[in-house]
């Protein structure tokens, strides 16, 4: 199965030169570290696109990657996992990791699905970054929704068992939605304060209890209960920003944030 780009040169140029551009420039430059999990935004390039960059560029990307994201158009299984095939990028096709995919599809926790897919944009804009930072990379595209933290612990579990030390797992997520500067940025810090101490559950309750409209909650949850049983001991904080830096609106903006889970 083939899946055609929604958002290229919308959310991303379509071009490949300009693709290269923008992510040649926004590269860390800084030494590559191993890591089990990355979290990375998911917005527009011009909003999100510099800390996506930022992030995922400290991290060697290696040949499997598991992508981990919100399900905003409600379409499919509530755990939704791309079987087979290739989705296009501006580098050339990315393969499915079709054994994986399998892997994952075999507990009944994940459904093979491709609807839940076909217009989601929140893994199609970081498989750009991953296709150019490794262009051997075959990826796993997972969409979830609506999952308690019971189910986000178990799926944890399922992870842990599918995953080797080959296998790196990219959370897609953005913070705070349509407040106002200071009240995202205080949001922002809340729910990243739970992600930093590996703790899903007081993530869970933050997001909840504030009223965070942090949109890849549910699978950062799942992949900091795969981090811990994989040992991982510390998370970083790569960047955190919002749109209103670019748009210079800061009545109204979007929370965006890198964090790397450190093997």
């Known amino acids: 199965m083939f899946r055609k780009a ?20 926004n ?16 917005a527009g390039w011009i909003y999100s696109g510099r800390t996506a960059v930022n992030t995922a560029s ?3 990307i290696p040949d499997k990657v598991i992508l981990m994201g919100p399900n905003h158009t409600g ?8 079987p087979e095939g290739s989705w296009e990028t501006p580098f050339g096709d990315a393969a499915i990791d079709s054994e994986t995919a399998s892997k994952l599809t075999a507990s009944h926790l994940c459904t093979a699905d491709t609807a839940a897919h076909i217009n989601e944009h929140s893994l199609e804009v970081i498989v750009p970054i991953l296709k150019y930072l490794n262009p051997n990379v075959r990826i796993t595209p997972v969409t979830m929704m609506g999952l308690s933290t019971e189910t ?3 799926l944890g579990e399922l992870l842990a068992s599918v995953c080797d030390d080959k296998t790196l797992v990219v959370v ?11 009240a995202t940025e205080r949001k922002d810090g809340a729910a990243l304060q739970a992600v930093l101490a590996l703790d899903e559950k ?14 890849g909650a549910v699978p950062a949850a799942a ?41």
């Open 6 to 25: 929604a958002v290229r040169g919308l959310f991303y140029p379509a071009s490949p030169e300009e693709a290269e551009g923008f992510i040649s420039e």
């Open 27 to 42: 590269m860390s430059g800084a030494p590559l570290c191993e890591a089990l999990a990355v979290m990375l935004p998911h």
């Open 58 to 60: 400290r991290v060697n």
């Open 75 to 82: 379409l499919g299984a509530r755990i939704s996992v791309y």
């Open 152 to 154: 986000c612990r178990a």
């Open 172 to 182: 897609s997520s953005d913070m705070n939605h349509f407040e106002n500067a200071s």
């Open 202 to 215: 007081a993530l869970a309750v933050t997001v909840s209890g504030m009223n965070i409209s942090m949109c």
């Open 223 to 263: 992949a900091i209960s795969y981090c811990k049983l994989r040992g991982c001991t510390k998370a970083e904080l790569t960047e955190h920003t919002h749109s209103g830096f670019v748009s210079g609106d800061y009545d109204r903006v979007v929370g965006y944030a890198g964090v790397i889970f450190h093997k």
